[in-house]
C-alpha cells in the first residue's frame, strides 16, 4: 500500500445553519413586569433609564407588531414603572447616592458625575443634591471637595504631585484634568500642590 500521499483527514461537520430570529413578543403588563424585574436583577437603574431601556423593548415589539398602540404600550410601561417604585424595586434616591459615591470616590469632578447620569435621566437637582451630601459627610470643608476629588483623579493617574517619574509636562497634565470635568483654577492647584500640603488640607481617601 504506497501511503505518500495519504487523503486528507475529513471531519464529517454539519453545514452552518443559521439560527433564525424570535419574534419580539407582544407588549403586555405582565411581559413589562417581568422583562423589567429581570433587568433589574442584573442592573442597577434610574426610573428614567429603566424607563428609556423598557421603551426600546416596546419600540422593537411595535415595529414588527402592526397592531399595536405604541402610545397604550408606553401607558403601560407608565403603570409598571410607578408600581416598581412603589413596590422599592426602583429606588431613585438610592441610586443617585450609590453613583455619586462611587464616582466621587473614583475622581470625579462635579461636570462628570452630572454628565454621566443625566444619560441615565437623572435630572440635574437630583445629583447636585446627592453631591451636597456626600461631600458635606466626606470632608471637614465641603467647598474643597473638588479639589480633594481632582487628587484622588490624579493620584490614580499619577499627575502633579504623583507623578514620580515626570511623565507629563504640564501643559498636558492640565489637559487631562480638563478633559474629565476640572476647572483651569483646580487643575493648576493640583499640579502646584505637594503632598505634605494635601494632607495638611485634610484630604483622606474617600
Keep these: 500500500m ?29 411581559y413589562l413586569r417581568n422583562s423589567g424585574m429581570y ?4 442592573f442597577t437603574a ?7 431601556v423598557m421603551a426600546r423593548k416596546i419600540n422593537k415589539s411595535c415595529y414588527h407588531h402592526k397592531d399595536q398602540d405604541r402610545e397604550e404600550c408606553l401607558a403601560m410601561l407608565d403603570k409598571v414603572t410607578e408600581d416598581l417604585l412603589k413596590q422599592g424595586y426602583l429606588d431613585d434616591d438610592g441610586y443617585v447616592r450609590g453613583m455619586v459615591t462611587s464616582l466621587r470616590r473614583a475622581g470625579k469632578s462635579k461636570k462628570a458625575i452630572i454628565a454621566k447620569l443625566a444619560q441615565k435621566r437623572v435630572p440635574t437637582s437630583d445629583i447636585e443634591k446627592a453631591l451636597e451630601h456626600f ?8 467647598s474643597e471637595a473638588e479639589f480633594f476629588a481632582a487628587i484622588t483623579f490624579a493620584r490614580k493617574k499619577r499627575l502633579g504631585p504623583y507623578d514620580e517619574r515626570e511623565k ?8 487631562i484634568l480638563a478633559r474629565n470635568g476640572y476647572s ?5 492647584r493640583v499640579l ?8 495638611e488640607l485634610g484630604y483622606r481617601v474617600y
Excluded: Q
Excluded at 170 to 175: G, P, S, T, Y
Excluded at 192 to 197: C, F, L, M, Q
Design 168 to 175: 507629563y509636562e504640564d501643559v498636558k497634565a492640565l489637559a
Design 184 to 188: 483651569y483654577d483646580t487643575a493648576r
Design 39 to 42: 433587568y433589574l436583577e442584573r
Design 135 to 142: 461631600d458635606t459627610e466626606n470632608t471637614e470643608d465641603p
Design 2 to 30: 504506497d501511503d505518500s500521499n495519504p487523503e486528507p483527514y475529513k471531519t464529517k461537520k454539519k453545514p452552518y445553519k443559521k439560527r433564525e430570529k424570535r419574534p419580539p413578543k407582544k407588549i403586555s403588563e405582565r
Design 46 to 52: 434610574s426610573s428614567g433609564h429603566f424607563k428609556t
Design 192 to 199: 502646584n500642590v505637594t503632598e505634605d500640603e494635601i494632607y
